[in-house]
């Protein structure tokens, strides 16, 4: 599966963003699907993941509450959306998927997108 996420961009602290990721291949309502990032000098990180149902999914203990995770199986697509952004959102975001369950892992995702950025203004 080839994943592209969209979305990103510049907003200011309080503010909200929407990113999309698509997914190419017919087998994408077989995949959970995850949302990492990575700010500038650290390591990339686990912020949201969601079921092949859309059932099931959990969160950065950073993001939640702020953040949500949903996916359209029609369209191959899933979303993250943002709000209450704070500066410390600042990160290129990647989604990323796996076959089977749902992982916090960054190893447990064979398939990446290329990112997309988004900065929080203070």
């Known amino acids: 599966v080839q994943l592209q996420a969209s979305g990103g961009g510049l907003v200011q602290a309080g503010g909200s963003l929407k990113l999309s990721c698509a997914a190419s291949?017919?087998?994408?309502?077989?995949?959970?699907m995850g949302w990492f990032r990575q700010a500038p000098g650290k390591e990339r990180e686990f912020v949201a993941t969601?079921?092949?149902?859309?059932?099931?999914?959990w969160y950065a203990d950073s993001v939640k509450g702020r953040f949500t995770i949903s996916r359209d199986n029609a369209k191959n697509t899933v979303y993250l959306q943002m709000n209450g952004l704070k500066p410390e959102d600042t990160a290129v975001y990647y989604c990323?998927?796996?076959?089977?369950?749902?992982?916090?892992?960054?190893?447990?995702?064979?398939?990446w997108g290329q990112g997309t950025l988004v900065t929080v203004s203070s």
């Open positions: 990323a998927a796996r076959p089977g369950a749902t992982s916090k892992v960054r190893n447990d995702y064979p398939h």
């Open positions: 291949g017919r087998t994408f309502s077989s995949y959970a």
């Open positions: 969601i079921s092949w149902s859309g059932g099931v999914t």
